[in-house]
T-cell receptor, first 111, second 114 residues
């Protein structure tokens, strides 16, 4: 199982772009990279998933370099409502039957 | 769509009491999961069920039992509650298994054992 390392916390201000990097040096060939968001008193919510290069949806972008040993979640123009914990997960479908969450990154957006 | 529904939302137990946490999903998903989250911590997998009729231990299974009653329902039982089991419990479900599928989470059950 590929272990992930993220910063414990980050601060930002409203309107800024936030980049959260996740390190996964032992990522396997078939592993996907997935990010979840968790607000206080709620269950985690899927944000974005990718395998290589760049993925973008209406919420965020995910950048994955060629060696795939790290990934960066980019949140454009954050608002106070983006204050949450962000989790990076790495795994594949056929050899991992579960999701493992680390401690995540606590993003605090200030006015 | 209700998604993943957990009951109860809050519960206080005395040490040694037993209880069952209920979880149901209406998305026809094959896989279901139970996690616990302690204050300020990430989620830890207790048990999971890759498909109806199968269950497997996760990272922290001691003190818990599970039942995959049917495709929709996955219950978590505490036979003899201990203060160390005070936590927020989340149930989740996914179409496939593992790291490439999207998991959907319930709102959680906040359990306090005194």
């Amino acid at each position: 199982l590929a272990k992930t390392t993220q910063p414990i916390s980050m601060d930002s201000y409203e309107g800024q772009e936030v980049n959260i990097t996740c390190s996964h040096n032992n990522i396997a060939t078939n592993d996907y990279i997935t990010w979840y968001q968790q607000f206080p008193s709620q269950g985690p919510r899927f944000i974005i998933q990718g395998y290589k290069t760049k993925v973008t949806n209406e919420v965020a972008s995910l950048f994955i370099p060629a060696d795939r040993k790290s990934s960066t979640l980019s949140l454009p123009r954050v608002s106070l409502s983006d204050t949450a914990v962000y989790y990076c997960l790495v795994g594949a479908d056929y050899n991992f039957n579960k999701f493992y969450f680390g401690s995540g990154t606590k993003l605090n957006v200030k006015p | 769509n209700a998604g993943v529904t957990q009951t109860p939302k809050f519960q206080v137990l005395k040490t040694g009491q037993s209880m069952t946490l209920q979880c149901a999903q209406d998305m026809n998903h094959n896989s279901m999961y139970w996690y616990r989250q302690d204050p300020g911590m990430g989620l830890r997998l207790i048990y999971y069920s890759a498909s109806e009729g199968t269950t497997d231990k996760g990272e922290v299974p001691n003190g818990y039992n599970v039942s995959r009653l049917n495709k929709r329902e996955f219950s978590l039982r505490l036979e003899s509650a201990a203060p160390s089991q005070t936590s927020v419990y989340f149930c989740a479900s996914s179409e496939g298994q593992g790291g490439y599928t999207e998991a959907f989470f319930g709102q959680g059950t906040r359990l306090t054992v005194v």
